[in-house]
């Protein structure tokens, strides 16, 4: 809105935007320059930041596992002091009973409540060896997230370095850039960047050098050059899709 505003109070002429935007792709290019330096900081850091998240959910996720071990071994030895309680009351009801029935009824009771002793305890064997490899992997993936952190750690100091050292610079970029975008229709800035998203280097906006594109270097006929320097309206490259401008300095 404050662009539109702005080219509705002064009448730009065609030739002043297009200028506009030869300095803004300058401007922005200083910017892209700048963060060249950084390189893959930014992507090597949010990589690691993921991956820390990752493993600070596989963490979660195994003490988690191991908290229900422990649950299941605390249940599996209450059961075993139960049966085993059982055994020794059974025992002492068999000294007590009247005829064989009874004292084989009581039997069946005895093996059933040593049976199921076994079976817990079976099952305690394996929470045994399931907790022992669980702490295993607990303690890989720690170390593996105490790596990750110092990794983390190391990138980010570096990144923030850069960015704090040229912070100053990036904002007066910034300043000029908005100066720059005050000259120019919204629609136009739409479009540069639209062409600054989609060429490798950046450069929507590329100067005439050798009666040739200065983006992708295909020849620009003398008619189509005539028309760049006279600057009465936009015109693109019919290769690569860049604005074509002549060169203030050339033709100064």
Do not use: W
């Amino acid at each position: 809105m404050a662009t539109q505003k702005k080219t509705a109070e002064v009448d730009y002429s065609m030739q002043e935007k297009i200028l506009a935007l030869y300095e803004l792709q300058k401007i922005d290019s200083k910017i892209d320059a700048i963060n060249k330096v950084k390189g893959e900081l930014p992507l090597e850091v949010e990589d690691l930041e993921d991956e820390m998240a990752g493993l600070t959910t596989r963490i979660e996720n195994i003490n988690a596992e191991i908290e229900e071990i422990k649950a299941l071994t605390n249940q599996r030895k209450r059961e075993v002091d139960q049966a085993r309680i059982m055994i020794g009351n059974y025992k002492e009801q068999q000294n007590n009973v009247r005829n064989n029935r009874e004292f084989d009824a009581i039997s069946k009771e005895i093996e059933y409540q040593g049976l199921e002793i076994e079976l817990a305890e079976k099952r305690l064997r394996e929470y045994t060896n399931a907790m022992k490899a669980k702490k295993a992997t607990l303690e890989a993936a720690e170390e593996a997230a105490a790596e990750r952190a110092a990794d983390l750690k190391v990138k980010k100091d570096e990144l923030e370095s850069i960015e704090e050292e040229t912070a100053p610079q990036v904002a007066e970029y910034m300043q000029q850039a908005e100066e720059a975008k005050q000259k120019i229709d919204e629609r136009l800035i739409t479009a540069y960047n639209r062409i600054r998203k989609n060429v490798r280097n950046g450069m929507a906006v590329v100067t005439v050098q050798r009666d040739a594109c200065g983006g992708c270097f295909n020849h620009i006929p003398p008619q189509r050059q005539a028309d760049i320097r006279q600057g009465k309206k936009i015109i693109i490259c019919e290769y690569c899709g860049r604005i074509l401008v002549a060169d203030p300095e050339v033709e100064e």
